[in-house]
């Protein structure tokens, strides 16, 4: 039971870090979104570059997952990403809820491990 943090902690920076990197290696085919409000949303993200942004912080918070230093940085950094994956599954897309669910039990299982991020985090100063 005392490893299970370490493991969710290397799975979620293996994904971010793997499927990050697949914006430029382009290892694992992509493919295209459905039609609709969820293909409008990708092409107004990538044209825009703002993709770009989202992959750089993706790799960066993978990598300090999978080095097991900086973690509550990576865990602050990737918050925001698993929120909006989810967000563009459920709203957007409707459909395709297993990669959403399993990033997010991965980064809630990660930060229950982070008890000293949680109370700094909500501690009134």
């Known amino acids: 039971m005392k490893h299970i943090p370490t ?3 290397l799975l979620l920076g293996l994904i971010f870090t793997v499927f990050g990197a697949n ?4 290892f694992i085919p992509i493919p295209p ?3 609709g409000p969820a ?7 990538y044209g825009s570059g703002y ?3 989202v992959k750089v912080l993706e790799v960066s918070g993978g990598l300090l997952l999978l080095s097991g230093r900086f973690t509550n940085l990576a ?3 990737l918050g925001p990403v698993v929120i909006n994956i989810a967000l563009y599954h459920f709203f957007l897309v409707k459909g395709g809820y297993e990669m959403p669910v399993v ?3 991965l980064s809630l299982v990660t930060l229950a491990s982070r008890k000293d991020f949680i109370s700094t985090l909500f501690a009134a100063k």
């Open 51 to 53: 993709l770009t942004v």
């Open 39 to 45: 293909a409008n949303f990708m092409f107004a993200i």
């Open 33 to 35: 979104p459905p039609e």
């Open 23 to 26: 914006m430029w290696l382009h």
């Open 75 to 77: 865990l602050t950094l």
């Open 7 to 9: 493991i969710t902690r």
């Open 103 to 105: 990033l997010g039990v």
